[in-house]
């Protein structure tokens, strides 16, 4: 950061000097201008430099431009283009400039439509950028096409005149419509772009269009403060901040305004600060946090879509700003830092988890093509790496590729980066190599938990009075009541994921029925069927915190939600309890309109105890304050309607189990087998209570999860094997069972013959397992309590390793607000051999009491070891 600010202070005193000329009205020049040495500071050099980076980065150059490689790329170009082309309209009207279904601008200057979206505007500045990125890009049959530039110039002044007349988002009565987004990040985004790319053209054509679109450009920032960026603001967070501040930085280039780019370069580089949960500033919770967890929208998990956009953002910035006095060269690190610990974990095989897609999760354009746009700014980010930190890069990007089961989408690269991928995976002395090794890794900040085996990775979604239980929004995931309430995902190695999950799965799979969660039985109505078709509760603006709160990302009203890991060992312990939408206590309040509707939802305890091969799933107090029948989802496995599929089982007193829909209330194990992926997974239940087993055939429409202008009818049909537990209407129910990924039947029967999983407790406050084989034993102390010789003065999660005469103890607050918690072991003649700081000991003949200051914590886990006599 002080390089950065120096930089600005010099180019500030050479702007003061007199140095700055106003900058050269040319199109970017794809290679350096003589006068532009490589030592020379100036001003108007570091802004045409600035402006040629960001151009490049869009459409590359000539040299670049020539390799064979990038043809897939131009192609792509070329055909966005002539799709914008097919539906151009001309000017006439300039509300209807494309024709197609979304395109018509023409709801914003009608008094009475009072529109709702402002997608239009979006899509048509949209169309207008591909039709000037396939002018502006060498090597395509538009390319510098004069009859395109034409339409192009005539389409922004046009354009312009539509969008700048409603400054602040209104319509011509006034009010409020439409997305924030598409004002002051969509629209903005497109445009610039368009006219650093076109700039000579537009210069020559209207010496003020490109100084006015930007005051239209001020004028829309509604949500800031004099016309540029407010970090106060509750939308210029994370993701939506670094968008705004590189249209800035760009548009502060091309008008010559040095002090432009260097408050955008300041206002990004915010961006990059970890969050401290306890010294928030700006009000701002968005952003990577000490655990590697990523937050978007104040509370829900985002890794894969806004964080990956982020990331994404934060490369392009580095590359754009290469060369010129505002590059943040001490920012490299900060983000191969998230690449190791952010993003690789939850990407399996090429594949980005659902865990962390927020409203994404219905799209179809997710999974593979997440793992694109992270590979891209892995590839750009290794040249400004050391070299052996590139080297490092490098291989893992061949990892993650070649792990792949499907082709890697490389023209969804930019083209700056298609040649050194391409370097890289020809490469015969770069071997790949995953830094990201098997355990378990605990997202505890966005109430996430993974379990990476060597051939899997099992991903856990849960929920709390900090996180949102989902995120609906703009007609977005319409079924999303319960994918932050235990809902797990597992990635097996060596098969293509969307065969498992991805837009076909989240489509036909029954919302009530997400594996590891436990709903009540009621069919629910989606936002748009509830309010008439509209994407929002219409009592309440599109944007408003109202909207936020109960309708997009409602946090619930449970506080314990929580894990703790031993780190050496891999292995993690989970629990939450559930809750209600906060939208359903607000309505019991009074604080809610009549006309709103909200879910109660199940009362339990849940945990899982995730370790190398095996995942222990418990519930406690299962039931329903309204007394319906309550469902826990075991799994629910998607395949093929025409998928082989082969169902093993044994009953506890060893006999084999014909299994087809029914129920079935002796069951010891079984091994569902999916024959046409090759692919198996086991469930070992060590109880004795009644399965039911159905095998339902699912057709449902895209659009049903997802109901946007973009989506098209999609019908999809798919077969699961569903397995559950009916609670009825019991109010004290439990369940257990152990989940073992790429098991065998004849591995099922060994590993029932002799199981190394003990349930010591699984009552209404306490989770205990203790696992034989490595001596390990989890609890969950949901309130105060003793269990296996361990006694907890307040909740807490906690995971004890005995092994060589060693005890190592991990503790964690899974409320994330308790000072101190006092834990009572029955650890005799004990002493203590190393600590963290967090833990004070007091050991005596008998015991050992641990104190453990889980201040300002938030979730993270302490560990003590102690050594017996």
């Given at each position: 950061?002080?390089?950065?600010?120096?930089?600005?202070?010099?180019?500030?005193?050479?702007?003061?000097?007199?140095?700055?000329?106003?900058?050269?009205?040319?199109?970017?020049?794809?290679?350096?201008?003589?006068?532009?040495?490589?030592?020379?500071?100036?001003?108007?050099?570091?802004?045409?430099?600035?402006?040629?980076?960001?151009?490049?980065?869009?459409?590359?150059?000539?040299?670049?431009?020539?390799?064979?490689?990038?043809?897939?790329?131009?192609?792509?170009?070329?055909?966005?283009?002539?799709?914008?082309?097919?539906?151009?309209?001309?000017?006439?009207?300039?509300?209807?400039?494309?024709?197609?279904?979304?395109?018509?601008?023409?709801?914003?200057?009608?008094?009475?439509?009072?529109?709702?979206?402002?997608?239009?505007?979006?899509?048509?500045?949209?169309?207008?950028?591909?039709?000037?990125?396939?002018?502006?890009?060498?090597?395509?049959?538009?390319?510098?096409?004069?009859?395109?530039?034409?339409?192009?110039?005539?389409?922004?002044?046009?354009?312009?005149?539509?969008?700048?007349?409603?400054?602040s988002y209104k319509n011509e009565e006034g009010k409020l419509f439409g997305n924030w987004w598409n004002w002051e990040i969509g629209v903005p985004t497109k445009i610039?772009?368009?006219?650093?790319?076109?700039?000579?053209?537009?210069?020559?054509?209207?010496?003020?269009?490109?100084?006015?679109?930007?005051?239209?450009?001020?004028?829309?920032?509604?949500?800031?403060?004099?016309?540029?960026?407010?970090?106060?603001?509750?939308?210029?967070?994370?993701?939506?901040?670094?968008?705004?501040?590189?249209?800035?930085?760009?548009?502060?280039?091309?008008?010559?305004?040095?002090?432009?780019?260097?408050?955008?370069?300041?206002?990004?580089?915010?961006?990059?600060?970890?969050?401290?949960?306890?010294?928030?500033?700006?009000?701002?919770?968005?952003?990577?946090?000490?655990?590697?967890?990523?937050?978007?929208?104040?509370?829900?998990?985002?890794?894969?879509?806004?964080?990956?956009?982020?990331?994404?953002?934060?490369?392009?910035?580095?590359?754009?700003?290469?060369?010129?006095?505002?590059?943040?060269?001490?920012?490299?690190?900060?983000i191969e830092n998230w690449i190791y610990n952010s993003f690789l974990p939850l990407i399996h095989e090429g594949y980005m988890s659902e865990v962390v897609k927020g409203?994404?999760?219905?799209?179809?354009?997710?999974?593979?093509?997440?793992?694109?746009?992270?590979?891209?700014?892995?590839?750009?980010?290794?040249?400004?790496?050391?070299?052996?930190?590139?080297?490092?890069?490098?291989?893992?990007?061949?990892?993650?590729?070649?792990?792949?089961?499907?082709?890697?989408?490389?023209?969804?690269?930019?083209?700056?980066?298609?040649?050194?991928?391409?370097?890289?995976?020809?490469?015969?002395?770069?071997?790949?190599?995953?830094?990201?090794?098997?355990?378990?890794?605990?997202?505890?900040?966005?109430?996430?938990?993974?379990?990476?085996?060597?051939?899997?990775?099992?991903?856990?979604?849960?929920?709390?009075?900090?996180?949102?239980?989902?995120?609906?929004?703009?007609?977005?995931?319409?079924?999303?009541?319960?994918?932050?309430?235990?809902?797990?995902?597992?990635?097996?190695?060596?098969?293509?994921?969307t065969k498992q999950y991805g837009i076909d799965y989240m489509t036909t799979v029954n919302p009530y029925r997400l594996p590891g969660t436990t709903v009540p039985n009621?069919?629910?109505?989606?936002?748009?069927?509830?309010?008439?078709?509209?994407?929002?509760?219409?009592?309440?603006?599109?944007?408003?915190?109202?909207?936020?709160?109960?309708?997009?990302?409602?946090?619930?009203?449970?506080?314990?939600?929580?894990?703790?890991?031993?780190?050496?060992?891999?292995?993690?312990?989970?629990?939450?309890?559930?809750?209600?939408?906060?939208?359903?206590?607000?309505?019991?309040?009074?604080?809610?309109?009549?006309?709103?509707?909200?879910?109660?939802?199940?009362?339990?305890?849940?945990?899982?105890?995730?370790?190398?091969?095996?995942?222990?799933?418990?519930?406690?107090?299962?039931?329903?304050?309204?007394?319906?029948?309550?469902?826990?989802?075991?799994?629910?496995?998607?395949?093929?309607?025409?998928?082989?599929?082969?169902?093993?089982?044994?009953?506890?007193?060893?006999?084999?189990?014909?299994?087809?829909?029914?129920?079935?209330?002796?069951?010891?194990?079984?091994?569902?087998?999916?024959?046409?992926?090759?692919?198996?997974?086991?469930?070992?239940?060590?109880?004795?209570?009644?399965?039911?087993?159905?095998?339902?055939?699912?057709?449902?429409?895209?659009?049903?999860?997802?109901?946007?202008?973009?989506?098209?009818?999609?019908?999809?049909?798919?077969?699961?094997?569903?397995?559950?537990?009916?609670?009825?209407?019991?109010?004290?129910?439990?369940?257990?069972?152990?989940?073992?990924?790429?098991?065998?039947?004849?591995?099922?029967?060994?590993?029932?013959?002799?199981?190394?999983?003990?349930?010591?407790?699984?009552?209404?406050?306490?989770?205990?397992?203790?696992?034989?084989?490595?001596?390990?034993?989890?609890?969950?102390?949901?309130?105060?309590?003793?269990?296996?010789?361990?006694?907890?003065?307040?909740?807490?999660?906690?995971?004890?390793?005995?092994?060589?005469?060693?005890?190592?103890?991990?503790?964690?607050?899974?409320?994330?607000?308790?000072?101190?918690?006092?834990?009572?072991?029955?650890?005799?003649?004990?002493?203590?051999?190393?600590?963290?700081?967090?833990?004070?000991?007091?050991?005596?003949?008998?015991?050992?009491?641990?104190?453990?200051?889980?201040?300002?914590?938030?979730?993270?886990?302490?560990?003590?070891?102690?050594?017996?006599?």
């Amino acid at each position: 950061m002080k390089k950065l600010i120096s930089s600005v202070l010099l180019s500030s005193m050479l702007l003061n000097a007199g140095m700055a000329p106003a900058l050269a009205v040319s199109n970017y020049s794809q290679t350096a201008t003589a006068n532009e040495t490589k030592n020379t500071v100036n001003a108007q050099e570091a802004a045409n430099t600035l402006i040629r980076n960001h151009c490049q980065y869009l459409a590359g150059n000539a040299e670049m431009n020539q390799n064979a490689v990038v043809k897939s790329k131009l192609s792509a170009i070329e055909k966005n283009a002539e799709k914008a082309l097919a539906a151009y309209q001309g000017v006439k009207n300039p509300y209807v400039m494309f024709s197609g279904d979304g395109y018509d601008m023409s709801d914003a200057k009608t008094v009475n439509a009072s529109p709702v979206t402002s997608d239009p505007f979006y899509k048509n500045a949209q169309y207008l950028y591909d039709m000037a990125l396939a002018y502006a890009t060498s090597g395509t049959k538009y390319y510098q096409d004069a009859a395109l530039k034409q339409k192009l110039i005539d389409a922004l002044k046009a354009f312009y005149e539509v969008y700048n007349k409603h400054t602040s988002y209104k319509n011509e009565e006034g009010k409020l419509f439409g997305n924030w987004w598409n004002w002051e990040i969509g629209v903005p985004t497109k445009i610039t772009s368009i006219l650093a790319l076109m700039q000579k053209d537009v210069q020559a054509a209207d010496a003020n269009l490109i100084a006015n679109y930007i005051k239209a450009f001020d004028n829309h920032l509604r949500n800031g403060k004099n016309g540029d960026v407010d970090l106060t603001s509750a939308t210029h967070t994370g993701t939506n901040l670094i968008d705004i501040t590189a249209n800035r930085m760009v548009q502060g280039a091309l008008l010559g305004d040095t002090k432009r780019i260097e408050k955008a370069v300041s206002d990004m580089m915010t961006v990059f600060n970890t969050i401290d949960p306890y010294h928030i500033v700006n009000n701002n919770t968005d952003g990577v946090y000490a655990d590697g967890s990523f937050i978007q929208h104040h509370r829900v998990a985002y890794t894969g879509s806004y964080g990956k956009l982020l990331l994404q953002k934060a490369v392009s910035s580095l590359y754009v700003l290469k060369g010129t006095p505002w590059q943040p060269q001490d920012k490299v690190s900060t983000i191969e830092n998230w690449i190791y610990n952010s993003f690789l974990p939850l990407i399996h095989e090429g594949y980005m988890s659902e865990v962390v897609k927020g409203r994404a999760v219905s799209r179809s354009t997710t999974g593979y093509a997440d793992a694109v746009g992270v590979v891209e700014a892995m590839t750009l980010l290794t040249t400004f790496l050391s070299e052996s930190n590139s080297k490092k890069m490098q291989q893992q990007i061949k990892y993650v590729v070649q792990s792949m089961p499907v082709k890697f989408n490389e023209a969804g690269l930019n083209l700056p980066a298609i040649e050194p991928y391409m370097a890289i995976m020809n490469d015969a002395t770069i071997t790949p190599a995953n830094a990201v090794k098997p355990g378990s890794v605990v997202f505890n900040a966005m109430d996430r938990n993974l379990q990476l085996g060597e051939d899997f990775t099992f991903a856990l979604s849960r929920s709390s009075n900090r996180i949102a239980k989902y995120e609906y929004m703009s007609g977005e995931n319409l079924k999303p009541w319960f994918q932050g309430d235990g809902a797990f995902y597992l990635y097996l190695s060596g098969v293509d994921q969307t065969k498992q999950y991805g837009i076909d799965y989240m489509t036909t799979v029954n919302p009530y029925r997400l594996p590891g969660t436990t709903v009540p039985n009621e069919a629910r109505k989606t936002i748009m069927e509830l309010y008439d078709g509209s994407q929002f509760y219409p009592k309440y603006t599109a944007s408003s915190t109202e909207q936020n709160d109960y309708v997009y990302f409602p946090v619930g009203t449970n506080t314990f939600s929580g894990s703790v890991s031993l780190k050496a060992d891999g292995v993690s312990m989970a629990g939450m309890q559930l809750g209600d939408d906060n939208g359903y206590v607000a309505k019991q309040k009074g604080l809610l309109p009549d006309d709103f509707v909200a879910y109660k939802n199940a009362t339990g305890n849940k945990s899982w105890f995730l370790m190398n091969d095996q995942i222990v799933f418990l519930g406690s107090g299962i039931g329903d304050t309204q007394k319906r029948d309550v469902t826990t989802t075991i799994d629910n496995r998607m395949s093929a309607p025409d998928a082989k599929i082969t169902v093993t089982a044994q009953d506890k007193a060893g006999k084999a189990v014909a299994v087809k829909e029914g129920k079935y209330s002796n069951l010891q194990w079984l091994c569902y087998q999916d024959e046409s992926l090759k692919t198996g997974v086991g469930y070992y239940f060590p109880q004795t209570k009644e399965i039911k087993i159905e095998t339902p055939t699912i057709t449902a429409n895209q659009k049903d999860i997802r109901n946007v202008s973009s989506q098209t009818d999609n019908m999809i049909t798919e077969k699961y094997f569903t397995m559950t537990y009916e609670h009825g209407k019991k109010t004290d129910d439990s369940y257990s069972y152990v989940l073992v990924p790429n098991a065998t039947a004849e591995e099922m029967k060994q590993y029932a013959a002799a199981p190394s999983i003990e349930i010591v407790e699984n009552s209404k406050t306490i989770h205990a397992v203790r696992d034989t084989k490595d001596n390990i034993t989890a609890i969950n102390f949901f309130e105060a309590g003793k269990t296996a010789g361990v006694q907890s003065s307040k909740p807490l999660s906690l995971l004890m390793k005995q092994a060589d005469g060693k005890t190592t103890i991990a503790l964690s607050d899974p409320l994330f607000t308790q000072d101190t918690i006092k834990v009572v072991f029955d650890l005799p003649n004990a002493k203590v051999v190393t600590k963290d700081d967090r833990i004070q000991a007091a050991c005596t003949k008998d015991q050992v009491t641990l104190t453990f200051n889980a201040k300002e914590f938030y979730g993270g886990s302490a560990e003590i070891i102690l050594q017996q006599a």
